[in-house]
């Protein structure tokens, strides 16, 4: 079983940054893919970036060249840090995981973006 807390959400002005943070429980944090989620008010829950256990990355396209993922396994911590930060980059920010077929999920953290 794995659980997961996010945080570093808030409130900033468009082309700000912020960097987000997933901690991990368990001693296998290693071995398994993580992602970064979103969901905005009245939209459905979209990927936003994904890590796999040997560190490749995939950024669904309206990220790419702004966001970049990342994880330190010594620390059981994944990270998301934004930059050029947009006003529809609003949204509630979750991060995920599945092990043996079971999906994981941390309780969220808000990021506002202000125009």
């Known amino acids: 079983q794995v659980q997961l807390v996010e945080s570093g959400g808030g409130l900033v002005q468009a082309g700000g940054s912020l960097r987000l943070s997933c901690a991990a429980s368990g001693r296998t944090f290693g071995t398994y893919a993580m992602g970064w989620y979103r969901q905005a008010p009245g939209k459905q829950r979209e990927l936003v970036a994904v890590i796999s256990s040997g560190g490749s990355t995939n950024y669904v396209d309206s990220v790419k060249g702004r966001f970049t993922i990342s994880r330190d396994n010594t620390k059981n911590t994944m990270y998301l840090q934004m930059n050029s930060l947009k006003p529809e980059d609003t949204a509630v920010y979750y991060c995920?995981?599945?092990?043996?077929?079971?999906?994981?999920w941390g309780q969220g953290t808000q990021v506002t973006v202000s125009s």
């Open positions: 995920n995981t599945v092990l043996l077929g079971a999906a994981y």
